[in-house]
C-alpha cells in the first residue's frame, strides 16, 4: 500500500484463504475489506486517536444518512458526550485528487449532520475546515484539532 502523510501504527492486516486482505477496523470492532480507502481511513482514524486525543468511543464509521431520499455513509464521524455530530471526515484513497467535487460531497452530507468542522484526506492531503452553520460561512483550519480543542469551541 502507499505510503501515507501520517504517522505509522499498529496495523493489523490479515489474509484470507484467496489472498485478499483485510484490515482491522478498531472503530466497527471487526476486519474489513482492504482498499486504499481504507488504507487512509484506518490510518486518519489511528492518527486521531493517537495523536489528537479523540476518543474512540466518540466515533464511528460509515455512518449512515438519507440525502434527498437516497441513502448515503459518512465516512467517519466524531460526536460529542452528547450524541451531536462534532466532525465528519471523508476519505479518498492516495491516488485520487482532493477537488471541488470531494468538498461539494462533504458539504452535502454536512446539509445532515450539521458538524462544525468537516475534514477530507486522501492519506498524503488532509484539510480541515470550521463552519458557522448559522452564518453560512467557513473558514479553513491550518492543522487538524486536537478533540479537547473542538469541544471547547
Sequence with gaps: MTPLNLPKYNINVNELPDGSLQIFDRLRG????????????????????????????????????????????????????????????????????????????????????????LIVSNGLNHYCCHVDIEKHSYKFLSDIPAYDEIVKM
Design 30 to 117: 471487526k476486519f474489513v475489506a482492504l482498499t486504499p480507502e481504507e488504507w487512509v481511513r484506518q490510518h486518519f482514524v489511528a492518527f486521531l486517536i493517537d495523536y489528537k486525543g479523540y476518543p474512540i468511543g466518540l466515533m464511528a464509521n460509515e455512518v449512515a444518512l438519507s440525502l434527498n431520499g437516497t441513502s448515503r455513509r459518512s465516512d467517519t464521524v466524531v460526536y460529542d458526550s452528547s450524541a451531536h455530530p462534532l466532525v465528519i471526515i471523508e476519505y479518498k484513497a492516495p491516488s485520487v485528487n482532493i477537488t471541488q467535487k470531494t468538498f461539494d460531497q462533504i458539504v452535502r452530507y454536512n446539509m445532515v449532520f450539521k458538524a462544525p468542522y
